[in-house]
């Protein structure tokens, strides 16, 4: 059984998707965290992020996994190294490349099924694209304004205010809507769920009581 959880930034999708799958005694994937690694890839290979080309062949010439202490580049973790703002930055222009795409979707799935085909996926394009065939497919969404809050909250190590996040976090969800190759959208059958006003633990019981009906 896979749970596809997509939806943009800030709108507790990790922390979700730990939660459901924690209930439900589910491996758990995090794919933003397969791009990240191969932004941070990319990056250290110095090449030109815009050449999809170019990046495929890192990509290609590396292994991304993902464990219990997070994302592994090559099988050492690199974890923290994805959440900084150089990586954060162009993730959306790796992302954004549909050949790229291709390479790492056929890494997510084989994680999955090398963990028996059941698990908690979070990410922008489950429902529709990498798992469109699950029956359970939540897209989750919240105010632009708490969003930004909650990114703040996360980040709260670092200097930016919470206007520079927000215009970041603003700018990074226009490109993801608006690529080409599987934009970040609802499936046609996931339930959405706004998590502006409501807890964690009132979001993660309304994405296991849609498993129930
Ligand atoms: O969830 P995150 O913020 O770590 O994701 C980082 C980026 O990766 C996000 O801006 C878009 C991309 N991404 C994607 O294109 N498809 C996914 N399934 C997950 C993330």
Do not use: C
């Not at 959880?5 to 998707?17: A, C, E, H, N, R």
């Not at 994805?82 to 990586?87: L, Q």
């Amino acid at each position: 059984m896979v749970v596809a959880i997509d939806g943009p930034s800030g709108v507790g999708k990790s922390t979700v998707s730990r939660a459901v799958a924690i209930a439900l005694n589910l491996a758990y994937l995090d794919t933003g965290s397969t791009y990240r690694a191969a932004t941070l890839a990319v990056l250290n290979a110095d090449v030109d992020i815009g050449d999809g080309q170019a990046v495929l062949e890192v990509v290609r010439s590396l292994s991304i996994d993902y464990g219990t202490e997070g994302v592994l580049l090559d099988g050492v973790s690199v974890a923290q190294e994805v959440r900084t703002d150089r990586v954060t930055s162009k993730v959306s222009t790796v992302s954004a490349h549909p050949e790229v795409r291709a390479e790492i979707v056929a890494v997510q799935r084989a994680w999955v099924a090398r963990h028996g085909g059941d698990a908690v996926v979070e990410g922008r394009d489950i429902g529709t694209v990498v798992f469109p065939d699950t029956r359970n497919k939540i897209y989750l969404t919240a105010r632009q304004d708490v969003r930004a809050a909650r990114r703040a909250r996360d980040d709260e190590a670092r200097e930016a205010s919470v206007a520079e996040i927000a215009a970041a976090l603003q700018a990074r969800d226009e490109a993801d809507s608006t690529r080409k190759a599987s934009p970040l959208r609802p499936a046609s059958d996931a339930t959405i769920i706004d998590t502006s006003d409501i807890g964690i633990e009132q979001v993660v019981e309304a994405v296991l009581d849609t498993m129930k009906s």
